[in-house]
């Protein structure tokens, strides 16, 4: 069983900054590929970003490249989301997620192939 816990989210005007954590207990976390995801209300759970397992490699939705960076640290066991350039558009609540992965360098967009998720930490961007 993994638990994560997700924290840094807030109200920012646009074009701000934020930085989400999310630190997962329960496994070996250097096992475990992982991926931001969102929700806004009345909208579906949208991908946001993937990191594997070695952490070389990630992955992001269009509306996000150039702004928002996934990084791990395995140290910590907790993975991240810089997010920069802050639209409204972005306000949703954030959820992580992990599977165990076989693969060092595969991430994973679909929340179908995540198996564990963190309750969420909401953004909110102002205009």
């Known amino acids: 069983q993994v638990q994560l816990v997700e924290s840094g989210g807030g109200l920012v005007q646009a074009g701000g900054s934020l930085r989400l954590s999310c630190a997962a207990s329960?496994?070996?976390?250097?096992?475990?590929?992982m991926g931001w995801f969102r929700q806004a209300p009345g909208k579906e759970r949208e991908f946001v970003a993937a990191i594997s397992r070695s952490g070389g490699s990630t992955h992001y939705t269009d509306s996000v490249k150039g702004r928002f960076t996934i990084s791990r640290d395995d140290a910590k066991n907790t993975v991240y989301l810089q997010m920069n350039g802050l639209k409204p558009e972005d306000t949703a609540a954030y959820h992580c997620a992990a599977r165990e992965s076989t693969y060092r360098s595969t991430w994973y967009v679909s929340h179908s192939l995540y198996n564990y998720w963190g309750q969420g930490t909401q953004v909110t961007v102002s205009s």
């Open positions: 329960g496994r070996t976390f250097s096992s475990l590929a």
